[in-house]
């Protein structure tokens, strides 16, 4: 029997929950296909799995809802042997496990074949991101060039990504930090303004876009919804992403009273088919060639796991966290 090294998480906890251990390499089946993993991006969901706060996961589970490396292993003959590939979500790291391993076997359908010069490190900071803030932007808002959005989050990673990839579609951005000492480098990043947070802003907001903004994005979540609805014109969309602010729900919400007249509540939670291979492939190569700059933060050896999320509980990362994989056993 083969095996793999791999993180494995038996219940809720610290950093300390994760175990590092050796498991059998999966075996595919037609349909599936067996990636060796080169890196994977660190997610908030995940954290919110470690902690506890994902009920649909059981465990014992390999976490990790993305990775980046190359084909093992493809019985259904969709793929080449050492094909360059991203995978994310459908299940990946939740229904069953994930990248946070040497080895992963994922559906056919959740591959993105990818060719580019951008190292492992690098590309591997990019599949969830890039997917995310797409579908935020696009299927989330509906936002056009020329419109206005308020990123509420701004300098989370997938705040920031929002950020390149809205300038990059001639779309104007009001950002968004609890740090007066983080606005010179958001502003350095492309924001057309950006605002200190202090839970309230709709008063700061109006001021200064008395009719409102066009769109918001919230990715603190319920924490800030109702104050962010409060900033967009009527007609405008608000979408909730992210709960970086750790609740889940709403309380006393009512509707009535809570959504100004006209104003869109949506919220974006989808998956990869929300993105085509070809806008996936678009996104990295605009990053390969630097017309699109996607805030990194520190990049991790495998052995690191456990350091790389006590990073993520002091939440000072500042941007997108990747970890690399050295090539697992031969087959």
């Known amino acids: 029997m083969i095996t793999m090294r791999a993180w494995v998480l038996d219940a809720p906890g610290g950093p300390e929950a994760f175990h590092f251990r050796e498991l059998p390499v999966p075996e595919p089946v037609a349909g599936q296909v067996l990636i060796r993993i080169r890196a994977f991006g660190l997610n908030r ?28 292993a493809a019985p259904g003959g969709e793929y080449d042997k050492g094909q360059r590939v991203a995978a994310m979500m459908g299940g990946m790291g939740r229904e069953f496990d994930g990248s946070y391993a040497e080895f992963t076997c994922v559906p056919a359908t959740n591959l993105f074949p990818i060719d580019t010069s951008l190292g492992w490190a690098e590309l591997g900071a990019l599949p969830e991101m890039l ?32 950020l390149a990839l809205a300038k990059a579609s001639g779309i104007g951005v009001v950002t968004t930090t609890r740090s007066e000492k983080k606005r010179e480098s958001l502003l350095a990043a492309g924001a057309d303004e950006v605002f200190v947070d202090s839970g309230v ?61 006209g104003v869109r509540l949506t919220c974006y939670s989808g998956g990869a088919a929300d993105i085509t291979v070809e806008e996936l492939r678009r996104y990295v190569k605009l990053v390969e060639t630097g017309e699109l700059t996607v805030q990194n933060g520190p990049v991790w050896e495998f052995e690191q796991l456990r350091d790389a999320h006590a990073t993520m509980d002091a939440n000072t990362a500042g941007g997108k966290m990747v970890v690399v994989v050295p090539p697992g056993p031969a087959r």
């Open 45 to 72: 969901s995940e954290w919110f799995t470690r902690i506890g706060d994902s009920p649909d996961v059981k465990l014992p589970r390999v976490l990790g809802i993305e990775c980046v490396g190359e084909v093992e």
């Open 131 to 162: 997917q995310t803030t797409h579908g935020s932007l696009h299927t989330g808002l509906g936002a056009q060039a020329g419109d206005t959005i308020l990123i509420r989050g701004g300098t989370s990673s997938i705040g920031l990504a929002t």
């Open 201 to 261: 802003l709709v008063d700061e907001v109006r001021r200064h876009y008395p009719e409102g903004v066009d769109h918001a994005l919230d990715l603190i979540g319920a924490t800030t919804l109702l104050d962010s609805m409060q900033c967009v014109r009527p007609g405008g969309v608000v979408c909730m992403t992210g709960i970086l602010g750790g609740s889940w729900e709403l309380e006393n919400f009512r509707p009535m009273e809570h959504i100004p007249s």
